[in-house]
Structures are given as C-alpha cells and as structure tokens.
C-alpha cells in the first residue's frame, strides 16, 4: 500500500514482558497494522484497560477460569486475544506471562493508514467515529475470531513502534459496572485529550511521560 513505511516492523516479544499495568500504557501511541487481502489498516492506540485475572472480577480468567475461550490468556505474553460481545469481536494483548492469564484490552485507534478501507467496512465518513470503540476498531481494521491466538510479532496482524504521548490519562475502566470493587479499579489508560478516545470521562490522574 503506498505510504505504508517499510520501517513499520513488529515489536519483539520482549517489549510483551513488561507488567500488564505497564504493558497497558506503554501500548499507547504504538500501531496496531493488520494485512488482508482488501488491503492495510492501521491506527495508533490511544485507549486501553489492563485486566489483571485471576484476582480481577471483572476479568474473564478471574478465579483462573479456563475454557476454551481463555485458553490463550494463559499462553506467553503477545499473543492475540479475540473474543464475541453483542455480535462485535474485541481485540486483546495477552500479558502477565506464561500461566498468568492477564491481557490488554484495546479500547481506540487513531487511523493512520487504509483509511478509505475502514471507511468501508464501517460504511460511515466520519473519521472520529471509524475506530473511537473497542468494536468498531476491530471491524474497521478486518480483526475477526480468525487471529485468536495468533503471535503479534508477526503479519499479518502486529504491533509496531509509534508516537510516545506526552501525558496520560489515568481513569476506572468502562463497561464493567457488575464486576463489584473491580469496576473502581483506575485501570483504563489513554493519550490525554486525543479526539479519538473512545469515551472521555473525569480522569482519577494524569501524568507526563519522559521525553
């Protein structure tokens, strides 16, 4: 696709290792690229919620559920993590490490390349509205059930180096309201006043990154 740099590579699976607190703010400002037979797409994350299971209610591996469905969350950090809600399949970055079922949640993009594709398969024209969702990211980027499992440091789906925020805002996750204490839980992250954000709501904190 012109204009899709060369220099856009995956990330090792080193950069994966990190805490998934961590792991969740340092997702922030990198590209999430997925290659398909209609094209490229690809968008900076600008929102994420960590999961932290099995003592997180609100995770679905909370009380070290195993199914078929969490299987991978107990695989190595880097992995794709897909699951079906209301019909819309959810993106997710396994974390924590082998046999700790953890994983990062991508809330929002900002779109970068394949934009008249997602403009497509959203069958919408509004720019802030194609990827500012944890559903209709994955639709507009063709991530499907297909890539459960599948190992991000590779095509077609991977993530790459992108922008560092300057500042981070820090807030409870969204969605969760049955999950008891957890859904207090200040564990959502995004790049502070990017218009892209999926839901902007009063921040618990916001910090500068280092330059």
Same mark, same amino acid.
């Given at each position: 696709m012109q204009g899709?740099?060369?220099?856009?590579?995956?990330?090792? =699976?080193?950069?994966?290792?990190?805490?998934?607190? !961590?792991?969740?703010?340092?997702?922030?400002?990198?590209?999430?690229?997925? *290659?398909?037979n209609e094209g490229?797409?690809?968008?900076?994350?600008?929102?994420? !919620?960590?999961?932290?299971?099995?003592? =997180?209610?609100?995770?679905h591996s909370y009380n070290n559920k195993r199914s078929a469905r969490t299987e991978v969350m107990y695989h190595r950090s880097g992995h794709a993590y897909t699951y079906l809600m209301h019909t819309h399949c959810l993106f997710n970055v396994v974390?924590?490490?082998?046999?700790n079922p953890e994983a990062v949640l991508i809330r929002a993009l900002e779109p970068l390349f394949g934009i008249e594709l997602m403009k497509d398969r959203r069958?919408? =024209? =509004?720019? &802030? *509205?194609? &990827?500012?969702?944890?559903? *209709?990211?994955?639709?507009?980027?063709?991530?499907?059930?297909?890539d459960y499992g599948h190992q991000?440091?590779?095509?077609?789906?991977?993530?790459?180096?992108?922008?560092?925020p300057e500042s981070i805002s820090v807030g409870k996750r969204i969605g969760i309201d049955n999950s008891g204490e957890a859904r207090d839980y200040p564990w959502r992250f995004w790049v502070t006043k990017n218009k892209y954000v999926?839901?902007?709501? *009063?921040? !618990?904190?916001?910090? !500068?990154?280092e330059k």
């Open positions: 899709f740099a060369k220099e856009i590579v995956p990330l090792s =699976d080193t950069f994966y290792e990190q805490s998934t607190l !961590e792991l969740a703010k340092a997702l922030l400002g990198c590209i999430l690229v997925n *290659k398909s490229i797409a690809a968008g900076y994350i600008v929102e994420t !919620e960590a999961y932290i299971g099995p003592s =997180d209610r609100a995770a974390s924590g490490g082998e046999g069958g919408i =024209d =509004d720019l &802030t *509205k194609l &990827t500012n969702g944890p559903g *209709k990211l994955t639709k507009s980027l063709g991530i499907t059930m297909v991000l440091m590779k095509p077609p789906l991977f993530i790459a180096k992108g922008f560092s999926s839901r902007h709501q *009063k921040s !618990e904190f916001v910090f !500068e990154t």
